[in-house]
């Protein structure tokens, strides 16, 4: 492949992906010649549009404008979420074309650079998107990609310089072992994605071969247990990196940070759950082992605001708190539940579930119904499927008989909005991967035109 410098021409096949769309900027901003195909437009594909990036929803060779693109001086560009039986994927692997997956670019844009790369099952997209912030509200001359939306920023790519980048090293398909990364952290390292790995060995070997990237170990914070060497990190227990004296203010996080030389105290930080204080523990790591002034510190992470369906009030009232989340693995759901129950430990809880993905649902069933039957009602809706096939016999209502709450059942999205507004829940809580974030917005409204606030 010839260096990115020398290309000219990229298209990208599935550009409105949360981490496509944000390579997609980046190299535009280069001035590469852009564009790309995606099955339906979004929020994301039409700011792509806006800043000059032509995109056509129709798997079709006939919508690709074949002369702004050659095979010797351009590169097409794919995420693995795209079908192996899409037509223009295929095309371009059939003609000889330079063709690399997303991870790939991401390794060529950031090879050059300081590279800060954050991997984990959980928590990547918001630990990422707080260092992310942090570096750039210290000066620093940073690049992020994020794989979702910065509240700060309303935005999934932050630009504030080249010498320093910050990426989502994701383990889905071993992507990450495609970067380069100078600093590192490991969030966790339970088991997932067990359509492409298998089981949880494979998983556990991927991340080692992850780790075994960094030069300096003393640049890989890993959370405190994971079997790996590098700087621990932890909240309210012994560590590297630790957090101390955790307290909650006005609704806040307030805490003293400890570092391998230094002790910060009464940082402060918005929020909610442990996991996110860990997180944001994490981030400050990698920003001190960066170089980042620790005197900016303080002040750019009391103004991090969080990322979009992370935790996300879409109403905040008296009578009423209506959450959305990405949470689609049983653990994120344990860590909700702990945010939840810390900033509201005597309201009732509502939580709208939407599984995601056959596979998952099949493997952790036993662990979904377990964290779902902590809230005092539960609303499955069906399946969302993304790249898969049925599997007999998985179906939410098989899961629903699984789950020891008494208050529960399968909706449709129809009813959705009516069923939310009819719960006597105080803090109802939308929680998925799939598209039950296209919902959410029906049910804030709804509930609000019913008169409830």
Not at 343 to 361: A, E
Request: aromatic content about 8%; glycine content about 6%.
């Amino acid at each position: 492949m010839k260096e990115l410098k020398d290309i000219q021409n990229i298209y990208f096949v599935g550009v409105g992906g949360i981490g496509m769309s944000a390579l997609a900027r980046y190299v535009n901003l280069l001035g590469k010649t852009v564009f790309g195909y995606d099955k339906t437009p979004t929020k994301l594909t039409d700011k792509l549009i806006i800043e000059g990036i032509d995109i056509t929803f129709i798997d079709a060779v006939s919508e690709i404008d074949l002369t702004r693109i050659d095979t010797t001086n351009s590169l097409v560009i794919y995420t693995p979420a795209i079908p192996e039986n899409n037509r223009i994927l295929r095309f371009f692997n059939a003609e000889n074309y330079t063709v690399l997956k997303r991870a790939e670019l991401l390794g060529e844009v950031t090879k050059n650079t300081l590279c800060l790369a954050v991997a984990g099952t959980h928590g990547k997209t918001t630990t990422s998107a707080i260092l992310g912030h942090i570096l750039a509200e210290c000066n620093m001359p940073v690049t992020v990609f994020l794989g979702g939306i910065a509240e700060n920023y309303n935005s999934n790519f932050i630009s504030r310089g080249t010498e320093i980048t910050v990426v989502e090293a994701d383990e889905f398909d071993r992507s990450f072992l495609h970067l380069s990364p100078d600093i590192a952290c490991i969030t966790s390292m339970d088991v997932d994605h067990l359509d492409i790995y298998g089981n949880a060995e494979s998983i556990e070997r991927s991340f080692v071969e992850f780790a075994e990237l960094i030069q300096n170990r003393e640049n890989l914070l890993v959370k405190k247990g994971l079997p790996l060497k590098g700087k621990s990190v932890a909240v309210n227990e012994s560590a590297d990196y630790e957090a101390q004296n955790v307290r909650i203010e006005n609704g806040n996080y307030v805490f003293d940070l400890k570092t391998p030389s230094d002790l910060i105290k009464d940082l402060q930080f918005s929020l909610p759950g442990h996991h996110n204080l860990y997180n944001a523990v994490t981030a400050l790591g990698m920003a001190i082992s960066a170089g980042t002034p620790t005197p900016c510190l303080p002040k750019a992470l009391r103004s991090f605001r969080g990322v979009q369906r992370r935790f996300s009030y879409k109403i905040r009232q008296d009578d009423l708190v209506l959450i959305d989340d990405y949470a689609h693995h049983p653990t994120e759901i344990d860590a909700l539940y702990q945010a939840v129950s810390e900033m509201y430990p005597d309201d009732g809880k509502l939580i709208v579930f939407q599984p995601h993905l056959y596979s998952r649902t099949k493997y952790f069933a036993d662990g979904f119904a377990e964290s779902l039957s902590q809230f005092d009602e539960v609303l499955l809706l069906e399946i969302y499927p993304a790249r898969e096939e049925p599997i007999d016999g998985v179906t939410s209502q098989w899961l629903c008989d699984k789950i020891s709450a008494k208050n529960k059942k399968v909706i449709s999205k129809a009813i959705l909005p009516k069923s939310v507004q009819k719960s006597k829940c105080k803090i109802k809580l939308m929680v998925g991967a799939g598209d039950i974030g296209a919902e959410v917005d029906k049910v804030t409204k709804y509930v609000q035109d019913e008169g409830y606030i």
